[in-house]
């Protein structure tokens, strides 16, 4: 049970109020957002509620159990705040929402309602539909390492102890030619073998897309130059002359690890792990099977 401010609860006592709701956003880039629904900017707590943004909410869903509870937040895209490009590039995704019941009159007098992040955003061509999770749904992610034959660690990060700002691993070039939506022939990297890159990165230092990252599917190397090809369609059309850094990727094979990274050592799977014809033999006199110990 929420304990209520006295002064909010003496005005809730009175029958007639004077209350809007407040979301307060924090994106993942430390940037805070604010919207009402009241037609006049609300400020509290260091924070501008943005009015008129057309931020909508469906009903608080709550539970006892440990199902995840989830809120709905409609709003049509005419908030300066909110674009189309941002929503796609990923900028809200997982989000953190505070939802505010607050007396407009007297914005002291409020309550915290509820506290998640965004889920799910569905787009329309004038409108988006947020999906406000509740902190229960942090519940259904998996937590701990899994017994599997490939490697869990990212690259580059502490467990995998790689430096990617090696030289030998990170290059550095710029768009001659888009090929397709996610592919393009770049300068700058012929000094690295084909498939170098294949399952790394892309991070972009200028042009449209600067500041962002995109992961590569493919490098390839013809006689006509180097072509580098995304997973996904980036956002921002990619255009000749945009500049990037790439670096090296790895398919979280145990071979991988040590013929291009030479960090057996680190590699955090289990090679020997084994497959799905060890399940399915069974015990032969003379067999391979024996029912001796593998």
Known sequence: ?????????AHLD???????????????????????????????????????????????RAGSDL???????????????????????????????EVWRVNWQDVSQRVLMRLGSIGQIRRGRVAFTAEVRSLAHVLNQTVGRTYQLSCDAELGDARCGVNLEDPAFK?????????????????????????????????????????????????????????????????RGIAPGDAFEIRAGCDKALGTCAAKFANALNFRGFPHIPGDDAVLRYARKGGANSGEVL
């Open 1 to 9: 049970m929420k304990a209520l401010d006295p002064a909010l609860q």
């Open 67 to 97: 199902a995840v509870d989830a809120q709905d937040a409609e709003g049509v895209l005419r908030s300066d705040a909110i674009t189309e490009t941002d929503i796609l590039d990923g900028r809200w995704d997982n989000a953190t929402v």
């Open 171 to 235: 290059g550095a070039g710029s768009v001659v030619e888009v090929l397709r939506d996610r592919a393009f022939s770049a300068s700058g990297l012929s000094g690295f073998a084909a498939g170098w890159f294949s399952f790394g990165t892309v991070s972009w230092t200028s042009g449209a897309n600067a500041g962002r990252r995109a992961e590569v599917s493919m490098h390839s190397v013809t006689s006509s130059g180097v072509t580098i090809s995304l997973l996904e369609k980036p956002v």
């Open 14 to 60: 009175e029958g007639t109020t004077t209350l809007a709701w407040c979301w307060r956003i924090t994106r993942a880039d430390a940037q805070v957002f604010g919207f009402t629904d009241h037609d006049r900017t609300l400020n509290f707590d260091g924070t501008s509620f943005e009015p008129d943004s057309g931020f909508a909410a469906s009903e608080i």
